[in-house]
């Protein structure tokens, strides 16, 4: 599986700037310090699969917010995935708006290639839905996440305390969220998620589908096309 190209005339570092300022909602201040290494938590190994909240086994066990709307968006990323930032820095609080609004209905494949960290973070992602935060954890990842000058993409980064400081950082206070993510709850859960995107032939992030429709990526890296599509189908 591949990172996709950048689109032409695209400056992520302007646009993940602005970003960083617009999209973090309520966050208080957080600095990571990252390890060399990440830390990561022990495989679950009973053969029954963990479900996080909210997830559906008909959408390819993604993590799903409102269903019953007639507007579908899959959304295929991998939150080591640098693209995914900049898909993410563009169009973040107008999808987070939609969905909050019931107005589509949003599908998460958080999936693990690009770094041996990808998996911890995608389960951590779940854990956060387990405690009705997987939107701000969903963007305080994208937000946190590791700059090229910092480390290659491909090179570990983040580590179980790191996670769950950052979902302090954003109001998760609960017990029962650190062991979610010490104890690996939903790694195996997070295979399901790759193996239904296998399966799809989707091979690279980010990769945007709506109403069974793969958008471009010229769409996926502007807002203003990005929202016709939506609005063409009728979302206001």
């Known amino acids: 599986m591949t990172d996709k190209k950048k689109a032409k005339n695209q400056d992520p570092k302007k646009k993940g700037d602005k970003f960083t300022r617009n999209l973090v909602i309520g966050m208080v201040a957080f600095v990571l310090v990252a390890g060399l290494g ?59 708006g939609l969905v909050r609004a019931g107005k589509i209905q949003a599908v998460y494949h958080p999936m693990h290639f690009l770094a041996s960290d990808s998996r911890l ?47 302090n950082s954003i109001g998760i206070t609960a017990k029962s969220f650190d062991t979610c993510i010490n104890s690996g709850k939903y790694l195996n859960w997070t295979n399901s998620i790759n193996d239904d995107a296998q399966k799809r032939n989707i091979n690279a992030t980010p990769t945007v589908i709506v109403n069974g429709k793969t958008l471009s990526l010229a769409t996926d890296y502007s807002a203003k096309a990005f929202k016709k599509v939506l609005t063409d189908l009728g979302v206001k």
């Not at 854990?127 to 994208?142: G, I, N, P, V």
């Open 38 to 96: 990440a830390a990561f938590a022990k495989s679950n190994s009973n053969s029954h699969l963990a479900l996080p909240s909210s997830v559906s086994k008909a959408n390819g066990y993604g993590i799903t917010f409102n269903p019953t709307a007639k507007v579908k968006v899959d959304m295929f990323e991998d939150f080591r995935c640098p693209n995914c930032r900049n898909f993410e820095a563009v169009n973040n609080s107008y999808l987070d």
């Open 121 to 167: 973070t995608a389960a951590a992602a779940a854990c956060a839905a387990d405690q009705s935060k997987y939107l701000e954890f969903h963007t305080a990842l994208y937000v946190n996440q590791p700059s090229s000058q910092q480390m290659a993409e491909n090179s570990p980064y983040w580590s179980n305390p790191q996670l769950i400081l950052l979902g």
